[in-house]
């Protein structure tokens, strides 16, 4: 089911920075390039409410009589991302306050901070505003609130934030006896006797870097404590929207792996959820397909929304690559491939002024149909009117489930030691690739997700399990047992969900699922790695290197290389039950990881399609049951594919799309 009456194509449309008399001319060139939808209101605070007391919808209502008149689908922000100067300066404690103590002056954008009374006040006073003014405007399609929570700024750390931190962990913990214990905060004096004595982790206290910090417990609680917060903030919109619309998707723009909000507290709260997939230069096209894959999880599964993609440069990398003769549209069939149901751009228009005038739009500074970009959205806007609203609606049915969870992100990327070279996202990604290249659709589920949902997968993939929350690894151990294959590997089965070392040796509580004792862990420098010996190959370990004992587990890998553990394990299988655990001791290179992935892919059942190297097969199913596939060539070169699906060949163009 979807959720929208078209398959929209548009994106972000600030008309706000243009005279009046522009507006016509530049919708009928987005109608020549079949954008048939826009985003607006996003960053129009300061204009909709030019002091506390007026409100001023003039303009906005012009935009939307333009929009309804052309038979435009709307996407309609609250419009509460920017704080207007009025309120930065009449009530300062709306404005952020960084890790670093500095108190933010009007100015940016992103910038608010989530506890404040007054921005939650005014944040829910114009989102109903909005609401009651347009709700039923004709083409509106979805609410979008606010816009990318949280980024830019990070977590705000001021004393309303504090307080209301310290109230937080009252209720969490009760008393601060039980707080010092949670937090091992003997360590360094750091016993407190009053919640009074709990200070937000900032770089003049417990900070470490943005990342890591003295007491990890603190870290990973505050960062806990700001997502709730944050969803707050969403939510007080939400329902400021619900009084006035009961129907209308609810949402707001999510940003893939973006590391401070736990985006499945999130996707719960969201009626769509949508996000802006902004690759680098260097993004590989199994990464890109993860996060997408990772925003239909946070949604459970529906398809969700391409909310901003951008059709050529992004103006924010500090090296902005101008993007390949079709690469844009491959983009975009990749997002529908895995789970989109729109298309959208950041922006339809470039800006003159501000910061973003490098930023790539449908129509350019040029002002015209003759740029490259031009052209091919409005190549792109014709295929997908032909192709894609039959796919609207129909759902990607993983085969395999890839864990990703927050709380794990903060806690591996909280360590300090054994090395600094682990990012959370790129270690799952490293998994996932695997999977990826062999065509396996994947899901990726939250740790805490329970043995019925892992029952329906042919294999679950645990990449740096680090923290083992109540509950996981029980239900792990009953997957396995009941016949299920679990993978998993370093840095695994270490934290508790305080962020403790659970005792008895690594991986904890997993370690006799897995079979192993990890009894230390090496680091490898970061222009080295090991060698490792599989099937009669050698491969590459980085990053760090497990000293493995087996307990059960058979070696199917072993180092390399001369140091002191040369030829132990460097990854086991160990069977329980009906099933079976693979452990990777090392951060494998893809090679690697393809050597003892793809025997265990083989073994658990899971459908393959062997395609050319880039080339990538997904399956969307209608609830009607038509399965549409597509083929995308995530390359800039031509491929030739020998005996493909049907069993002929086929040639695809680079960056091309077909979809069967
Ligand atoms: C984000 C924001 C947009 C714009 C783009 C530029 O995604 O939501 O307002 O700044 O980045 O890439
Ligand atoms: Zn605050």
Not at 365 to 371: G, K, L, P, V
């Amino acid at each position: 089911m979807t959720m929208f009456n078209r398959f929209m194509f548009g994106g972000d449309w600030n008309p706000e920075q243009w005279p009046e008399d522009t507006w016509e001319h530049d919708i009928r060139l987005l109608e020549r390039a079949h954008i048939n939808e826009a985003t607006i209101n996003v960053f129009s605070w300061a204009l909709l409410q030019p002091d506390e007391h007026t409100y001023d919808f003039s303009m906005l209502d012009r935009i939307v009589d333009l929009l309804v008149r052309h038979g435009f689908a709307i996407v309609l922000a609250t419009g509460t991302a920017a704080i207007p100067a009025w309120m930065a300066r009449d009530y300062p404690q709306v404005m952020r306050t960084g890790i670093d103590g500095t108190h933010q002056v009007f100015g940016g954008r992103h910038n608010f901070c989530p506890t404040s009374p007054d921005f939650r006040r005014f944040a829910r006073a114009l989102a109903s505003r909005v609401a009651e003014r347009y709700a039923g405007t004709p083409g509106l399609e979805a609410w979008h609130v606010n816009n990318e929570y949280g980024n830019g700024g990070g977590y705000c750390y001021c004393d309303l934030c504090a307080q209301a931190f310290r109230g937080w962990l009252e209720r969490k913990y009760g008393s601060v006896e039980e707080l010092n214990r949670a937090w091992c905060m003997n360590f360094w004096s750091h016993t407190i006797h009053d919640w009074n004595e709990i200070v937000p982790p900032v770089t003049y206290g417990d900070a470490i870097s943005t990342d890591k910090c003295v007491i990890s417990g603190l870290q990973v609680d505050y960062r806990r404590f700001q997502n709730e917060q944050m969803l707050d903030c969403f939510r007080l919109e939400r329902d400021a929207i619900r009084e006035h619309d009961a129907h209308t998707p609810v949402t707001t723009n999510l940003m893939g792996v973006f590391k401070d909000l736990d985006y499945y507290s999130w996707g719960r709260e969201m009626d769509v959820v949508s996000w802006d997939n902004y690759p680098g230069m260097d993004t590989e096209p199994s990464f890109t397909a993860m996060c997408h894959d990772l925003m239909r999880g946070v949604g459970g599964g529906k398809p969700f929304m391409l909310m901003e993609q951008t059709p050529n440069q992004q103006n924010w990398f500090p090296y902005c690559k101008v993007k390949k003769p079709g690469e844009v549209a491959e983009l975009s069939w990749q997002a529908v491939a895995h789970g989109a149901d729109t298309v959208q751009f950041f922006q339809l228009k470039q800006s003159i002024g501000g910061c973003e005038r490098f930023h790539g739009a449908v129509i350019g500074h040029d002002n015209s149909e003759r740029s490259r970009t031009y052209r091919e959205v409005r190549e792109l806007g014709a295929d997908l009117e032909r192709r894609a609203p039959a796919l609207m609606g129909s759902c990607v049915h993983g085969q395999v489930a890839v864990i990703f969870d927050w709380e794990n992100y903060w806690s591996l990327e909280g360590c300090v030691g054994p090395t600094q070279g682990l990012h959370y996202p790129d270690e799952v990604h490293r998994f996932y690739r695997p999977f990826w290249r062999r065509n396996v659709p994947v899901d990726m589920v939250e740790s805490t997700v329970d043995l019925a949902t892992l029952k329906q997968y042919r294999a679950v993939v645990a990449p740096t399990l680090i923290m083992v929350k109540p509950g996981v690894a029980q239900t792990l151990a009953q997957y396995v047992r009941e016949g299920g294959t679990l993978i998993t590997g370093y840095m695994s089965g270490i934290h508790n969900e305080f962020d403790l070392v659970v005792e008895g040796g690594y991986p904890g509580p997993l370690r006799e699922l897995c079979g192993v004792w990890v009894e230390e862990i090496d680091a490898i420098a970061p222009d080295a790695h090991i060698d490792v010996a599989i099937g009669g190959r050698t491969v590459r370990g980085s990053i760090v290197a497990s000293i493995i004992e087996p307990e059960g587990a058979q070696t199917i890998a072993t180092y390399g290389g001369s140091d002191f553990y040369a030829g132990t394990p460097a990854a086991t299988v160990h069977t329980v039950g009906e099933g079976r655990v693979v452990f990777i001791g090392t951060a494998l290179d893809a090679e690697g990881m393809s050597a003892v992935i793809d025997p265990v892919i083989d073994a658990c059942g899971a459908e393959t399609v062997d395609s050319p190297e880039g080339v990538e097969v997904m399956r969307r199913t209608a609830d009607d049951g038509t399965v549409f596939t597509t083929v995308i060539n995530t390359a800039g070169r031509p491929v030739h594919w020998r005996h493909a699906l049907g069993g002929e060949s086929l040639d695809l163009a680079p960056f091309e799309t077909r979809i069967m």
